[in-house]
């Protein structure tokens, strides 16, 4: 089946600063990606869907600015948190829909996501 | 707006039992409904994938049920291991956006 690699698995950095989180389909070319957070026993809240080549559609509450999406590629999505602060810490996944799986959605590991 | 609702909310049962998780959802207007699992920490494992034209799909112990017309969803689990216990997602997906389902936390007692 399809596989999709996120990176990194965890990363823990002071408030203020930007991280970038990274998901790629390895063997597949994803045209949509989508981005979730998940805090701790919470279901996934969609935060945004990106597509390939134009800018990201962010659902409402989430902040466009703060969460930076870029998706260059057929095969690479890119969510940056710019200036985390702690209320920010969560788990992050992201997805890829093939088209050829009958649009079924293949989830990366996730990267957890904790600002001091 | 989609709303999907997953009962029971958490599950305990015996290692070997047969059991069912219930998925509901308000508008069946949809395309497709996908079963995933999810352990502590990690990322979703998809499980099974039912076209909005199906009724149900099968994959070894697991069985998953669609009624569009009701707005339900259920995910059937014969013989029940150890190994299963992990919490449990369904996603709606509908114009072009995947809403999930809160879960079902299942744990198997050995």
């Known amino acids: 089946g399809a596989v999709v690699s996120q990176h990194p698995s965890w990363v823990i950095c002071k408030s203020g600063t930007s991280v970038k989180i990274e998901c790629r389909s390895l063997?597949?070319?994803?045209?949509?990606m989508f981005w979730y957070r998940q805090f701790p026993k919470q279901s996934l809240m969609l935060m945004a869907t990106?597509?390939?080549?134009?800018?990201?559609?962010?659902e409402q509450g989430v902040e466009k600015d703060k969460f930076l999406i870029n998706h260059a590629s057929l095969t690479l999505s890119t969510l940056t948190v710019t200036s985390a602060h702690p209320e920010d810490s969560s788990f992050y996944i992201c997805?890829?829909?093939?088209?050829?799986?009958?649009?079924?959605?293949?989830f990366g590991s996730g990267t957890q996501l904790s600002v001091l | 707006k989609q709303e999907v609702t997953q009962i029971p909310a958490a599950l305990s049962v015996p290692e070997g039992e047969n059991l069912v998780l219930n998925c509901s959802f308000t508008d069946s207007a949809i395309y497709n409904l996908q079963w995933f699992r999810q352990d502590p920490g990690k990322g979703l494992t998809s499980l099974l994938l039912i076209q909005s034209s199906q009724r149900e799909q099968t994959s070894g112990r697991l069985n998953a049920s669609l009624d569009k017309s009701s707005g339900r969803s259920t995910l059937y689990i014969a013989a029940s291991q150890p190994g299963d216990s992990a919490t449990y997602l369904c996603a709606v997906r509908g114009d072009d956006k995947i809403i999930f389902g809160k879960g079902t936390r299942l744990h198997i007692l050995p």
């Open positions: 063997d597949f070319q994803a045209t949509t």
């Open positions: 997805s890829a829909r093939d088209h050829q799986f009958n649009e079924k959605l293949f």
């Open positions: 990106s597509n390939e080549g134009s800018k990201a559609t962010y």
